[in-house]
Nanobody
Framework: HLQLVESGGGLVQPGGSLRLSCAAS????????IGWFRQVPGKAPEGVAC????????KYVDSVKGRFTISRANGNDTTWLQMNNLQPEDTGLYYC???????????????????WGLGTQVTVSS
């Protein structure tokens, strides 16, 4: 039974940094892409970043390029999202999720992900 647990969220001032972690257990995630999403009340989850196993390639939504970095442990059981220069518009509940299929690519579409954690709140405010 796959379980994903996010951590590392909190309250930070604009310009600050946070590092989110996504710990996976109960399933071998080799070859499955991992995505990070964020959600604000009343809106669907927005894909922020994703990463594949084979070559560590990643994708980012335009609004976080150059500020966020997704990475993955060699054993694939932990994925991180380093967030720098955070802005108020980055506020949201951040989830990690596992791709539905073991493919050599990843997307930022939430429909392509089948297992989700419970999320960790990120609030950027002065």
């Amino acid at each position: 039974h796959l379980q994903l647990v996010e951590s590392g969220g909190g309250l930070v001032q604009p310009g600050g940094s946070l590092r989110l972690s996504c710990a996976a257990s109960g399933f071998t995630l080799t070859y499955y892409p991992i995505g990070w999403f964020r959600q604000v009340p009343g809106k669907a989850p927005e894909g922020v970043a994703c990463i594949v196993t084979s070559d560590g390639s990643a994708k980012y939504v335009d609004s976080v390029k150059g500020r966020f970095t997704i990475s993955r442990a060699n054993g694939n059981d932990t994925t991180w999202l380093q967030m720098n220069n955070l802005q108020p518009e980055d506020t949201g509940l951040y989830y990690c999720a596992v791709g539905r299929d073991p493919v050599n690519t990843c997307t930022l579409w939430n429909q392509d992900y089948g297992n989700w954690g419970l999320g960790t709140q990120v609030t950027v405010s002065s």
